[in-house]
């Protein structure tokens, strides 16, 4: 089992930054492919942004694409997520996600949650305008 914790939300007004971590512990020996998704209340959770097990690759969402940069450090099994120039639309539920090793990170995948395994129990962000 991998447990996944995230953290570094918070409430910020449009325009500013936040960066979230998720950490993983327990049955680390493997080195997942991993994904933000986020939940706005009410909505249905969406990808944000993923990254290949050696972080050579990246993905985002059009949504966030220019204003995140998710990144990942394995010797301290944990990935972040960087988010700049914050709109109200970006408050919701941030969750990482670790892939099924048995899968590619395509496109196709990545953004299904059933694809992956381990779920973090997400952190709040919240952007006022």
């Known amino acids: 089992q991998v447990q996944l914790v995230e953290s570094g939300g918070g409430a910020v007004q449009a325009g500013g930054s936040l960066s979230l971590s998720c950490v993983a512990s327990?049955?680390?020996?493997?080195?997942?492919?991993m994904s933000w998704f986020r939940q706005a209340p009410g909505k249905e959770r969406d990808f944000v942004a993923a990254?290949?097990?050696?972080?050579?690759?990246?993905y985002y969402a059009d949504s966030v694409k220019g204003r995140v940069t998710i990144s990942r450090d394995n010797a301290r099994s944990t990935v972040y997520l960087l988010m700049n120039s914050l709109k109200p639309e970006d408050t919701a539920v941030y969750y990482c996600?670790?892939?099924?090793?048995?899968?590619?990170?395509?496109?196709?995948?990545?953004?299904?949650?059933?694809?992956?395994?381990?779920w973090g129990q997400g952190t709040q962000v919240t952007v006022s305008s």
């Open positions: 996600a670790a892939l099924s090793p048995g899968l590619p990170l395509t496109p196709a995948t990545m953004t299904q949650q059933y694809n992956y395994v381990y």
């Open positions: 990254i290949s097990w050696n972080g050579a690759d990246t």
């Open positions: 327990g049955r680390t020996g493997t080195t997942y492919a």
